[in-house]
């Protein structure tokens, strides 16, 4: 079992928290020294709302048609557009705001069926993922969207270790300096193989399978 465990509360909202383990492992991209689990946040509805309305908050004065949900974030993904559409603060009040998730295919772009792509084409996109933690899903993401037709105007995630990606500056609720350490290495300069450490998981959208 996965060990070393901490919990963090977000500094905007205490009731949103992060289970972090500290370790060595293994993501599509990198290679990272802690593994942040999002099942909680993405499965509590309570802890889903919460999460919705802190990252929201960054988007009520931007237009928004569709939100394009990743790496399981479709719950978050209803409240935030509930939230734009109700928030009288919001330029989306009483708006209509889609919300899908694309498939994948086997070269990690973003592809749309024909009847999805009515919520791509010539419409402002607020991307919403998961983790970002290297920016390059993101800069895939936004291109394929651009490929549809769509603009892509925001990006959110429950915790970045980058502060931008794809043109766009990411609005998370957790961030690199939240942690007392998180760092990303390229699979053939990582220190921790280097020195004969052994990969503790494989991070995938899902969460983390241990070896």
Do not use: W
């Not at 492992?25 to 942040?36: E, K, L, M």
């Not at 490929?147 to 957790?174: C, M, N, R, T």
């Amino acid at each position: 079992m996965l060990s070393n465990k901490i919990t963090i509360a977000a500094k905007g909202n205490r009731r949103i928290k992060l289970s972090i383990y500290s370790g060595h492992f293994a993501t599509g991209h990198a290679h990272v020294d802690r593994y942040i689990s999002m099942t909680e946040i993405r499965s509590n509805a309570a802890m889903a709302a919460e999460a919705a309305d802190e990252i929201s908050k960054f988007f009520r004065c931007t237009p928004i048609d569709t939100i394009i949900c990743l790496e399981n974030t479709q719950v978050i993904g209803a409240f935030i557009a509930q939230d734009l559409i109700d928030s009288s603060h919001s330029v989306n009040s009483g708006a209509a705001v889609n919300i899908i998730t694309p498939g994948i295919n086997s070269n990690n772009q973003l592809v749309f069926s024909s009847d999805m792509q009515q919520y791509v084409t010539n419409c402002n996109i607020l991307l919403l993922m998961s983790t970002v933690s290297t920016g390059r899903s993101l800069a895939r993401a936004a291109e394929c969207i651009r490929y549809y037709g769509g603009k892509p105007v925001g990006i959110g995630s429950i915790f970045s270790a980058v502060e931008e990606a794809a043109g766009l500056p990411v609005h998370s609720i957790f961030m690199r300096s939240d942690l007392n350490e998180y760092n990303v290495y390229r699979s053939d300069e990582c220190p921790l193989c280097k020195n004969g450490r052994k990969l503790d998981g494989f991070v995938t959208v899902g969460g983390c399978t241990e070896i």
